[in-house]
């Protein structure tokens, strides 16, 4: 079943700059699949349509069975309920310790208060951050500040994560521990679309890669099995 479906999408901007051009590709449910291409290849427009942060000029996007274009202002909220969404810079709230960025979307939708910690310790738990629960972001590495934003989008437990460039950054030791850990999110069946440009580091993970070329298909590969 596919869980992300791409059918002939055009995403086209007031300047004129068309990003994607009849764009069709699908991920199936449980799925890791990395995204690759050169700088405004169109990899981060196809993640920020699928959270829609943006909307297509043309065609359609479907997450989960659903045609995106059913979803408005007000339902949103329960779209992005069911996705994480990771990007290259962190985005924490400097203010805010460790716990409390983790938090942030369980306030936003209303978890039951009682049931946040055990819910934002078990997200920590996960990216092997549940003692620095109390510092604030500046007192963090890079990766760690990674594997906040991590936390942050798995704490409601998604059936599926959204990546843009979460290893640009970090330093390759650091980007294959990132990677590591979307492969354990594969393996308990999470669907992953990774946007990545690092090809020394994905070319050696047994996974799908979608290649795009100015907003179109180049190619898709099947990858061998790799150890890392």
């Known amino acids: 079943m596919e869980m ?113 910690p055990k819910r934002v310790r078990a997200a920590l738990d996960k990216v092997g951050l549940l003692r620095k629960e109390k510092m604030l972001p500046a007192a963090l590495s890079a990766g760690e500040q990674q594997r906040v934003s991590i936390a942050r989008a798995i704490v409601n437990r998604p059936i599926a994560l959204l990546a843009d460039e979460p290893t640009g950054n970090l330093d390759p030791d650091l980007a294959k521990d990132i990677m590591s850990l979307f492969q354990q999110f594969h393996q308990v069946g999470v669907t992953l679309l990774v946007a990545s440009h690092d090809l020394a580091l994905i070319a050696k993970l047994p996974h799908r890669i ?15 099995a790799f150890t890392v």
Do not use: C
Not at 36 to 43: D, L, R
Not at 98 to 107: H, T, W
Not at 210 to 224: A, F, H, M, N
């Open 4 to 116: 992300i479906q791409f059918i002939n999408v055009s995403k086209r901007y007031d300047s004129g700059y068309e990003a994607l051009s009849q764009l069709s590709f699908s991920v199936q449910k449980g799925e890791l699949v990395f995204l690759t291409g050169h700088s405004g290849a169109g990899k981060t427009t196809i993640i920020k349509l699928i959270a829609m942060l943006e909307r297509p000029t043309q065609g359609q996007v479907i997450f989960n069975q659903t045609n995106l274009n059913q979803y408005n202002d007000r339902t949103i909220l329960k779209l992005r309920q069911q996705m994480g969404i990771i990007f290259q810079n962190p985005h924490l709230l400097s203010d805010r310790n460790v716990f409390e960025n983790v938090a942030l979307p369980l306030y936003i939708t209303g978890f039951n208060y009682k049931e946040i």
């Open 210 to 224: 979608i290649s795009l070329q100015r907003g179109r298909l180049k190619r898709e590969q099947e990858q061998e």
